[in-house]
């Protein structure tokens, strides 16, 4: 498959400031990657480094097939972007904004359209200036959008959008990579990564520590779970369960003992378990078998790097 993003060795220093230090990373056609990590991790500066804003100190960069330095204005062409900062034209009207914008691209969407997508149909003739911060961000989107990119940078896309309106721009992105699209993403909402991303690189002081898919990274998948369920009334110990030699914690909840146990292999034990219940005709109340979440690893990942 073809990368439309391909990064190597990418370095970034300000001054004493080691912003990127070695970063390899690639994108392909049609994936979304979210690139995940804590305030001043370097990911605002690597992908404005991909649109051009920023010059690498060292590295090798492809953004479809250009050097988003040497070649910018046929890569702009292109692509799409927000920015974490928005930096819009605050008097002129929602309509007036996307349709000057428009007139930069050789196959720009129908700006009426964009409006409607973003949800902005009743704001059209509004002032920026005017608009809220959510509303803004929805702005900012629909500008994205609008040259009907490619490949769309998008940094740190929905903060300040309520729930609904997170969803709508969920809705959007999956609809474009649907159509073979590539979207690279920050973000801070791990749902967003868990419900967006193919992949999710999760960067740390400017080098990416962990990356897979949302629900692999880390070891989610396979890595120690936790069993949960209430004992029951008809079991007088937990060892007549088979979980003699396990480590497992009790704690009272309305009068019942909810048990939890850890386990680096939940297959056996939920054998062992639920043989007894089914030999007892006893439905287990309350079992579940719960994976770490993408915001377990995350921050995991993260506070090792902190230590
Ligand atoms: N123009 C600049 N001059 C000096 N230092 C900078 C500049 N831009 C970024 N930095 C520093 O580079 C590091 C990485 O910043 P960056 O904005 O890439 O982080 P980020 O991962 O996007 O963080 P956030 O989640 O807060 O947006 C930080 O230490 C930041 O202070
Ligand atoms: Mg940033």
Do not use: C
Request: hydrophobic fraction near 40%; charge should be negative.
């Amino acid at each position: 498959m073809e990368l439309a993003v391909s990064v190597s060795g990418l370095r970034k220093d300000f001054g004493a400031v080691k912003a990127v230090r070695g970063v390899d990373l690639e994108v392909q056609t049609g994936e979304v990657l979210a690139l995940l990590g804590p305030n001043g991790a370097g990911k605002t500066t690597i992908v404005e480094i991909l649109e051009g804003y920023q010059t690498a100190s060292a590295g090798k960069i492809a953004v479809l097939g250009h050097d988003p330095r040497h070649d910018r204005r046929r890569m702009l062409e292109r692509v799409g972007i927000v920015l974490q900062e928005t930096a819009v034209e605050q008097f002129l009207t929602v309509r007036e904004v996307l349709r000057r914008r428009a007139s930069y691209y050789p196959h720009p969407r129908d700006p009426d359209a964009v409006i409607d997508l973003v949800g902005l149909g009743e704001k059209s003739g509004a002032r920026v200036r005017t608009l809220s911060g959510g509303l803004q961000r929805r702005l900012d989107l629909g500008l994205a959008l609008i040259g009907d990119p490619e490949l769309l940078f998008l940094d740190e896309p929905t903060t300040g959008f309520d729930p609904n309106a997170r969803r709508e721009a969920w809705d959007i992105v999956r609809s474009l990579t649907g159509e073979g699209r590539t979207v690279l993403l920050t973000t801070h909402y791990m749902d967003e990564a868990q419900v967006l991303a193919d992949r999710v690189a999760v960067i740390a002081k400017g080098v990416i520590v962990a990356s897979g898919t949302p629900d692999s990274i880390g070891g989610r998948d396979t890595g120690t779970a936790k069993v949960r369920f209430v004992l029951p009334e008809q079991a007088a110990s937990t060892a007549e369960l088979g979980l003699a030699d396990t480590h497992l914690s009790v704690s009272p909840i309305d009068g019942r003992r909810m048990i939890e146990v850890d386990t680096d292999s939940p297959t056996p034990l939920l054998h062992r378990l639920t043989s007894w219940a089914v030999a007892h005709d006893i439905e287990l109340e309350g079992l579940e078998v719960a994976r770490p979440s993408l915001e377990d690893v995350y921050l995991s990942l993260t506070a090792e790097d902190k230590a």
